[in-house]
């Protein structure tokens, strides 16, 4: 068994990975850990509650881009309660078939970094990455395993944030029941509420439509849109029915950089810090 953790920005994902299961399978599970409309809960308390009686693992895999002290938070768990020091992925030139576009790979985040991974060994084809978090990441892969970049802007509640700076702006946001399900309204809004609603999701849906449709101009090739994400299921409407979703991408992508040898090898350690 091995355990994989994603730290976020304002939560933390967490499952049991076994070495013959292929995608990772198991308990996944969400808890807030602080951060954009999200009040934070005493770490020490999550993990009592969530994994005290979790047998001890041959290895920890922990993508971890949230604040610091939520890793040294794990990583001292870890080591108190399992005696175990986790390992924390980093960004790496080329690995586990992806090779990294940026000229410099550790600026990559590790979250981006395991969905890419994981997006790559689910599919195998051209692949627009979003994640739909704190900020919006959209990385285009190539299905040779060629990472081509990528853009991020910030997240629904971010953008919402730097508008509801005023009270009423605040009201009005309050008032909005958000997008219908199955559903995405990103035409002109006949209320201001409407109207940053609206907006809001055709910034987004326009910067991957356009980003798609320049990669497509660029490589002649069509991608196909994988989400995952907070915000991805509300995301998802807008982008047309030949989008796919998947709510762990990260943690696929972990379970794979886990599974690349049973324990942590001296190549491995090329691609993970403790």
């Known amino acids: 068994m091995k355990a ?30 602080g951060g954009a409309g999200h009040a934070e809960c005493p770490f020490d308390e999550m993990a009592a509650v969530n994994w005290t009686d979790w047998p001890r693992p041959e290895e920890i895999v922990v993508s ?41 790979p550790d600026e990559l985040g590790s979250d981006r970094w395991a969905a890419i991974i994981g997006a790559h060994h689910l599919r195998h084809t ?26 991020i802007i910030p997240g629904l509640e971010l953008m919402q944030q730097s508008l509801a700076q005023r009270t009423d702006a605040i009201q009005l946001l309050s008032q909005s029941s958000g997008s219908e399900s199955g559903r995405c309204r990103t035409e002109p809004g006949s209320s201001t509420a409407a109207c940053i609603e609206h907006g809001l999701l055709l910034t987004i849906t326009s910067l991957i439509e356009v980003g798609c449709k320049k990669m497509e101009i660029q490589t002649g090739k069509l991608f196909h849109c994988l989400l995952t994400g ?11 029915k030949g989008v796919a979703f998947e709510p762990h991408l990260v943690l696929q992508g972990l379970a794979r950089i886990a599974c690349e040898d049973h324990s942590v090898s001296a190549t491995d350690r090329d691609s993970i810090k403790k």
Do not use: M
């Open 4 to 33: 994989l953790f994603d730290i976020g920005n304002s939560r933390i994902k967490w499952a049991w990975f076994e070495q013959s299961q292929k995608p990772a399978k198991g308990p996944f599970s969400l808890h807030d850990i």
């Open 64 to 104: 971890s881009v949230g604040a610091d002290e939520h890793w040294r938070q794990l990583r001292d768990w870890c080591s108190q309660h399992w005696r175990q020091q986790p390992v924390r992925v980093t960004s790496v030139a080329e690995g586990y078939d992806i090779c990294n576009a940026y000229a410099r």
């Open 126 to 151: 051209n692949t627009c990455v979003i994640d739909c978090g704190t900020a919006i990441t959209v990385d285009f892969l190539d299905a040779a395993g060629r990472h081509l970049g990528g853009y």
């Open 230 to 240: 907070g915000n991805a299921e509300q995301l998802a409407p807008c982008l047309g």
